[in-house]
């Protein structure tokens, strides 16, 4: 099993729709959890972090379900610049505070 | 600001050879990152610095792997007698300390092994 694991996708959704992603992580002691963005050819990009009360920043919204192991990303009124792949990053408790763990990706298309 | 910079941005060379991957992080950033990633893939960790300090090697794939930051700033990543399978895009990130756990990737080096 991966340590983190994504749906692929790709996910096509119109202009102004609201769609989630979803991720599960396998280490049970993960501290830190995040959101990475990476456009295509480009470097990824912290989007934001996941906090266990849940976040919001925007039209994004972060949710972390520690006992199901299972983070999710829900992006309201998606714009054409949401489209993008949306990595899901764990910190493995290795005593090392930022070794990152990356899921493969989730690819949104955002069309008019 | 400058960004976190990695040269060359695109490295071809032929089986056997020994390349040499060179990361730049942003002025001030302690620690420092280097990660593999293929296509359709996310990032893979292979190693990290605090300073001049290798914290973390346990990701690199074989001893052909290796890398250094003698300074506490540049790094290079180096891999020996490459192989085909070490085609790849080597990231490098950083950030300003260990403890914060934002990092700041560089564009990249396409390695293609012939």
């Known amino acids: 099993r991966k340590e983190v694991e994504q749906d692929p996708g790709p996910f096509n959704v119109p202009e102004g729709a609201t769609v989630a992603f979803n991720c599960t992580y396998s280490?049970?002691?993960?501290?830190?959890f995040f959101w990475y963005r990476q456009d295509c050819r480009k470097e990824p990009k912290l989007l934001m972090s996941?906090?266990?009360s849940g976040n919001e920043d925007g039209r994004f919204t972060a949710q972390l379900n520690r006992a199901s192991q299972y983070i999710s990303l829900l992006i309201r009124d998606s714009k054409l610049s949401d489209s993008a792949t949306y990595l899901c990053?764990?910190?493995?408790?290795?005593?090392?505070?930022?070794?990152?763990?990356f899921g493969t990706g989730t690819r949104l298309q955002v069309t008019l | 600001g400058a960004g976190v910079s990695q040269s060359p941005r695109y490295k071809v060379t032929k089986r056997g050879q020994d390349v040499a991957l060179r990361c730049d992080p942003i002025?001030?950033?302690?620690?420092l990152y280097w990660y593999r990633q293929a296509l359709g893939q996310g990032p893979e960790f292979l190693t990290y610095?605090?300073?001049?300090?290798?914290?973390?090697k346990s990701g690199l794939p074989n001893d052909r792997f290796s890398a250094e930051r003698p300074e506490g700033s540049i790094s290079t990543l180096t891999i020996q007698r490459t192989e085909q399978r070490d085609s790849a895009m080597y990231r490098c990130?950083?950030?300003?300390?260990?403890?914060?756990?934002?990092?700041?990737f560089g564009p990249g080096t396409r390695l293609l092994v012939l």
């Open positions: 990130a950083s950030s300003s300390t260990e403890a914060q756990e934002t990092q700041y």
């Open positions: 280490n049970s002691a993960s501290q830190s």
């Open positions: 996941v906090y266990s």
């Open positions: 990053v764990v910190n493995a408790d290795t005593g090392t505070a930022s070794k990152l763990t």
């Open positions: 002025s001030g950033h302690v620690s």
């Open positions: 610095f605090n300073y001049e300090a290798q914290q973390d």
